[in-house]
């Protein structure tokens, strides 16, 4: 167990439909980093947080965003879906966070959220 | 351009050999990050190592090693004496902070499977 939490492990929507993946990082782990598995796609990093901010962006689309809120865990919000968003989404945390969002240590991984577009 | 082969799709070994994974990256930065991270087939991503550009020496973690050369910008994963837990996709990983901007790229992973 990674101690990094996910929820949920499964959606399945429809498209054009909007989600909320949340994630809960290691206690005492500041940054939190969100990846895509698709496919397509394959993996793709979307975004990064640390300790509220965000540090650096990815692939990820406009019509996706994210937060960290201060308690540190972090949402993924997912909008006006597609087919081709049907993915594996992972979370993963780490204590710190380097300039421009490099990663400095190990980072630890969620389970991940299935989320299947229909 | 970032870039990261992974050549190998997929490699098939009978458990105790050693086996090499290779992955090739190019990028113009002269400071980059290289990662590698293993799948296993229950899913989950984990994080096996980091490495910077300007630390050239050699890991090594117990079956596990890597080997890092800037001259032919290769970043290879060696597993000793395999073990059918080593089954998993494996993916190698840039990244870079170019003009400010954070580029991070994986690899289209290799797929491990160790026969007993």
């Known amino acids: 167990d990674s101690g990094v939490t996910q929820t949920p492990k499964h959606l399945i929507t429809a498209t054009g439909q909007r989600v909320t993946l949340r994630c809960s990082p290691r206690?005492?782990?500041?940054?939190v980093y969100w990846y895509q598995q698709s496919l397509d796609q394959g993996l793709q990093f979307l975004i990064q947080?640390?300790?509220?901010?965000?540090?650096a962006k990815g692939n990820i689309l406009e019509r996706f965003s994210a937060q960290q809120f201060p308690d540190l865990h972090s949402e993924l919000n997912l909008s006006s879906l597609e087919l081709g968003d049907s993915a594996l989404y992972f979370c993963?945390?780490?204590?710190?966070?380097?300039?421009?969002?490099?990663?400095?240590?190990?980072?630890?991984f969620g389970p991940g959220t299935r989320l299947l577009v229909l | 351009a970032q870039k990261v082969t992974q050549a190998q799709t997929e490699i098939s070994v009978v458990e105790k050999e050693d086996v090499t994974l290779d992955c090739v990256y190019e990028t113009r930065d002269t400071t980059y990050y290289l990662f590698w991270y293993k799948q296993p087939p229950s899913g989950e991503l984990v994080f096996l190592i980091r490495?910077?550009?300007?630390?050239?020496q050699n890991e090594i973690s117990g079956r596990y090693s890597w080997n890092f050369q800037k001259s032919t910008s290769s970043f290879n994963f060696t597993i000793t004496a395999s073990q059918v837990v080593d089954s998993a996709v494996y993916f190698c990983a840039l990244s870079e902070v170019t003009s400010g901007t954070y580029k991070y790229i994986f690899g289209t992973g290799t797929r491990l499977k160790v026969l007993a």
């Open positions: 206690s005492g782990d500041l940054s």
């Open positions: 947080y640390y300790n509220g901010e965000e540090r």
């Open positions: 993963a945390s780490s204590p710190r966070v380097g300039t421009g969002g490099t990663i400095l240590e190990t980072q630890y």
């Open positions: 490495r910077n550009s300007f630390d050239e």
